[in-house]
Nanobody, 121 residues
Framework: QVQLVESGGGLVQAGGSLRLTCRNS????????MGWFRQAPGKEREFVAA????????YYADSVKGRFTISRDNAKNTVYLQMNSLKPEDTAVYYC??????????????WGQGTQVTVSS
């Protein structure tokens, strides 16, 4: 059973930083690739970042590359998204998800409830 809970969102000024946390209460967390996604008001949900099951490989959307870092701690059943140099266009609800296939962001099976990130200009 997989249950994902995101936290760490909030209001921050442009140029600031936030770290999002996604905790999985399931027993097989370390077997899964994980991803972060976001959805801004009036827009479709979009891919942000993904990490392989062992943390050995990551990739990012072009819009966040160089500013965001995804990482994981399998001992804590947790995946993180460090967000630096935030921009107003990063404002969205951020979701974590389990990926059946690391290289396919569309293969998400389970989703958390999301955490709101708001970046003021």
């Amino acid at each position: 059973q997989v249950q994902l809970v995101e936290s760490g969102g909030g209001l921050v000024q442009a140029g600031g930083s936030l770290r999002l946390t996604c905790r999985n209460s399931g027993r097989t967390f370390s077997s899964y690739a994980m991803g972060w996604f976001r959805q801004a008001p009036g827009k479709e949900r979009e891919f942000v970042a993904a990490i392989r099951w062992n943390g050995g490989s990551t990739y990012y959307a072009d819009s966040v590359k160089g500013r965001f870092t995804i990482s994981r701690d399998n001992a804590k059943n947790t995946v993180y998204l460090q967000m630096n140099s935030l921009k107003p266009e990063d404002t969205a609800v951020y979701y974590c998800a389990v990926l059946r296939y690391y290289s396919d962001p569309g293969s998400s099976d389970y989703w958390g409830q999301g955490t709101q990130v708001t970046v003021s200009s």
